[in-house]
């Protein structure tokens, strides 16, 4: 059974940083194109970053956080990764790691987790 636990999440200080991991069991991480999706208080769903299956990893970043997020995962731990940088107040949300299979919409993505809080406060 697919199952992606995250962990990570915390109080930062704006401008600090955290790492977001994402435990998965049930599949192999590497064969599948992997999201990490963060829902604020109140608001919708938003699509943060991708990494794509396959030897090149090739990743994508919403423009809200480019430059500041990186996302990577570890095949042999089966385990996807965001490392937050430079945390500012927009920031603040649970994130979500996120198996879409073939969906393009974060609404529909297939496989979720529970997700980790990120909150942001001086």
């Known amino acids: 059974q697919v199952q992606l636990v995250e962990s990570g999440g915390g109080l930062v200080q704006p401008g600090g940083s955290l790492r977001l991991s994402c435990a998965a069991s049930?599949?192999?991480?590497?064969?599948?194109?992997m999201s990490w999706v963060r829902q604020a208080p109140g608001k919708g769903l938003e699509w943060v970053s991708d990494?794509?299956?396959?030897?090149?990893?090739?990743?994508y970043y919403a423009d809200s956080v480019k430059g500041r997020f990186t996302i990577s995962r570890d095949n042999a731990k089966n385990t996807l990764y965001l490392q937050l940088n430079s945390l500012n107040p927009e920031d603040p949300a649970l994130y979500y790691c996120?198996?879409?299979?073939?969906?393009?919409?974060?609404?529909?993505?297939?496989?979720w987790g529970q997700g980790t809080q990120v909150t942001v406060s001086s």
């Open positions: 049930g599949f192999t991480l590497s064969s599948y194109w």
């Open positions: 990494i794509n299956n396959g030897d090149g990893g090739t990743t």
């Open positions: 996120s198996l879409p299979l073939l969906s393009c919409l974060v609404q529909e993505f297939d496989y």
